[in-house]
């Protein structure tokens, strides 16, 4: 089973959705949907995927590119998706511009939480 058809199997694995759809999914709640996020195709990138993704009830989407060995998302390389979903579950995702944090002075940091579920 390739990587794209095991990822048919995942609750969080959105196949067919648009990025407009992605986005009401994502942020539905506002701020409280802070990193809340789905996986799915690109829209623009045949072959690549996009996880989307909650930061303080803004959209952010972030493209992987899936090659043979796994998948690369940013500067950094995993055997699989799940294991993007896991490693930012417990690691703060890297933006390329800063969001801040209405309730505090600093930088706003992005822990994927909960999924939408397909």
């Given at each position: 089973?390739?990587?794209?058809?095991?990822?048919?199997?995942?609750?969080?694995?959105?196949?067919?959705?648009?990025?407009?759809e992605a986005v009401l999914?994502?942020?539905?709640?506002?701020?409280?949907?802070?990193?809340?996020?789905?996986?799915?195709?690109?829209?623009?990138k045949d072959g690549e995927?996009?996880?989307?993704?909650?930061?303080?009830?803004?959209?952010?989407?972030?493209?992987?590119?899936?090659?043979?060995?796994?998948?690369?998302?940013?500067?950094?390389?995993?055997?699989?998706?799940?294991?993007?979903?896991?490693?930012?579950?417990?690691?703060?995702?890297?933006?390329?511009?800063?969001c801040f944090d209405s309730?505090?002075?600093?930088?706003?940091?992005?822990?994927?939480?909960?999924?939408?579920?397909?």
């Amino acid at each position: 089973m390739s990587m794209m058809e095991s990822l048919l199997t995942k609750p969080w694995f959105h196949s067919q959705i648009s990025r407009e759809e992605a986005v009401l999914q994502v942020t539905k709640g506002g701020g409280d949907s802070h990193g809340r996020f789905l996986i799915r195709r690109s829209d623009t990138k045949d072959g690549e995927l996009v996880l989307t993704f909650s930061n303080q009830g803004a959209a952010k989407h972030l493209r992987m590119q899936i090659t043979r060995s796994g998948c690369r998302i940013q500067h950094l390389f995993f055997d699989s998706v799940s294991q993007v979903i896991e490693y930012f579950q417990k690691n703060p995702l890297q933006l390329d511009k800063p969001c801040f944090d209405s309730k505090s002075s600093g930088l706003s940091e992005v822990y994927l939480t909960e999924y939408v579920p397909f």
